[in-house]
């Protein structure tokens, strides 16, 4: 036993008067944090509670709960400095780590307050009245043309650029096929064709049996332009150029090869267990000239017939490099707030760059209003959306629509373990070992998803009527309908609301 | 604690709140253009006494300035001597003043009555050398500079052969006030308020006026600050803390500044249900659906119904709800007159028995062209 050791994080307690001995949790466990000898051997310095040892045990034996282990207290050298520099110490390399950033910054999202209808404007009730989600994605005409028609009547003459329509404002993040699985691939895109809107196929490419779920997907141009043919532009709903993620802004991707299997080398066309490694920059980006040029590269390839859009983490000068994209050609911007999630990143990156979505889709919103453009086109907010009431005070502060990624997989099993950039994902979500992946049924994932859109829909919709109102649009960007709570007065500013009570 | 009518406007300036109200309204249109005398238009609100609450009232009257038909008529409130000095030197500096009156007024009718003008302007043939193209735009830019700019003025309309009288009290008061009745004109809107948090100030009574637009309002807009951040998009300020003012904005930005057919600029503020449309391929479905689409801020959200007075293009009155009718509104016809109100009570007390008179559906405008003009 080596005294340097990390302590464990978790305790993994198995009731001895419970237990069968049937051994399926040591199965279970990808991290290989259970062994059967005579009794079943927990060794809690591999767990990292993601309870899928809890959650399949035939006898409910097993329950992981946070170690007791005191570690002596010190203001500044909190229990997470310790463990990372006895990381580091043991590996000298950066620490890598997946999903969002796990520091508690504070969430602007719970100092947003909604508002409410009382006499004057009444209340509408989604179960009696229409209530339209409706959302289209695209760029907009700065006017319409109209002209007489020959029987008279008036003719819309301007022909409108391509937009594509989502039935909630709510639609799939980019997640690789090669971060995650191809089941998670295929339960994405199956709820987002039956529910209405879209998936995105992240920089991996798509799998050969995701073609099928084109309408459906915005399939992404990122820096290693893996997956990148005709083909796989002209199936797609809309095209997405990445140029940086929440989660790890200014930073490129890295699949170890490892996990570039037969079917992700044929996906990423590049060689079997060779490194998929995405630049930080694209190497024909290093200006907003450059960016104009590759946006009109795919338009040219698409002949003009799907919306390209370009993704940005959320950083300090985001409303300027926004006002730049729009004119560049984009005919939407994703801007990707800080606390979204990512397969691997450093954790430096993770923790430390960007800013929150709330206050960058505020100032994004109101740098293109300044500037008259705002209209023309389409805004996708993301990076740490949880609930309803987030997407609802997304729009509200100006977002067209949103973009999950952590909520969607929470919903078809992830358990936040943060152990994504592993490739162990016991939950078959974030791996390609293929018997971790039989353990995601396609089919329930898919019923998942379809549940977690409809009751957020459902909420929309309820909040939209708390709101009186009956179309998304009307909350667009309506930040009179927002108060701060406990916020300070920049914050305020920076947002555009007024505080609770004024 | 009695607060000024300056003060009111400052605290509602610095504050940034809406007034909401409830309210009654009534519309008069010859469409031959018979002058229709303001006695017609008072008796129609005085039918509906129960929807105000005496803070607010106010009229709009098309044609009623014969002699002035080429000059925008400039109706203006002012606190006090200073306001209207600093106004005046705005104006002389800016266009031609053809003739500057007293607007007349019986005064000891309502309490504490402001300093009300009105200036009949052209605008000049050039500015810094340049010359100017669109007067209108002149004009709308104009107004906002004198609503944000001039402390203590407002300008209650700035439209060609039209005005807006409008002030603090009942309907019946205020038609008093301005001698209603004396007035001539072939369109008439009119207004009573009941607005729920505020003393009520001469500023916040309807009409709302731009240019040719004039805008009458029961209701309260939801989408409100969406439709005010769309606008400001394009050089409008709303600067009268009440969502009426938008709408009278909106309409001008749809119909004049970009060229959309009125009655479809009607439907972008209230745009039929996606699900209305679906499957259907005519022309008006897809003009519609490019609407919807292209100005989606545009569409006023929650409960309205409003009548709005134009001779901005041509002459005309439409009555508009909400696209699920949370306010009420009747319309009828009688010979060559169309009348529109909150109450059918108020359409019979001035036309007797109309030819017809109908529930307008939800969302879908009611428009009464003046023959023979252009619109």
Redesign the interface.
Known sequence: MNPLGIPPEFHVVVDIDRCQLCGRCAQECSFGAIRKTERMEADDRKCVACQRCVATCPQGAIMVEKHPLAFAPHGTWSEKFRRDIWRQAETGRALLGGTGTALSYPTLFDHILIDS?Q????P?DPLR??M?L?T?IGR??R????VE?DLG????K?V?PP?IELKTPITFGAMSYGAVSLETHKALANSAQERGTVMNSGEGGLHAEMREYGPNIIVQVASGRFGVNMDYLKLAAAIEIKIGQGAKPGIGGHLIGEKVTDAISETRMIPTGTDAISPAPHHDIYSIEDLSQLIYALKEATEYRKPVLVKIAAVHNVAAISSGIVRAGADGIVIDGFRGGTGAAPEVIRDHHGIPIEPAIAAVDDRL?KE?I??EVSLIASGGIRCSSDVAKTIALGADAVAIGTAALIAIGCRVCKQCHTGLCAWGICTQKPELRRRLDVNTATNRLCNLLDAWSIELKEILGA?????I?????????LRGIGLDHTTLDVLGI?PAG? | MLVSPRERKEDALSRGFRIHDGCGVAGIHSEKGRRIPGSRIRKALDAMLPRYNGLGAGYAGYGIYPRYPDCYAIHLILDDEDSLRKAGELLSGSVNIQREEEIPTRSRTLEDPPLLRRFFIKPPEQTRGLPIVDPDSYITNLVMAMNSGVKGCFVMSSGKNMGVFKGVGYPGDVADFYSIEDYQASLWLGHGRFPTNSPGWWGGAHPFNILGWSVVHNGEISSYDANRRFLEQYGYRCMLQTDTELVAYMLDFLNRKQGMPLELACRALAPPFWDKLEGMTTAQAEALRAIRLVYPNAMLNGPFSIIIGTNQNGNAMIGLTDRIKLRPLVAARRGEETYIASEECAIRSVCGQPDELWMPRAGEPVISIATGEPL
């Not at chain 1, 009547?153 to 819309?156: F, V, Y």
């Open positions: 209808c006499v004057t404007n009444p509408i009245e229409p339209e409706r289209y907009r005409p006017g319409l043309e109209f028609g009547g008036i003719e819309l301007t409108l937009n209003r008259g705002r209209d709101l009186g109102m009956n179309a649009e009307s909350l667009r960007g309506n930040r009179d309908r007024k004024g």
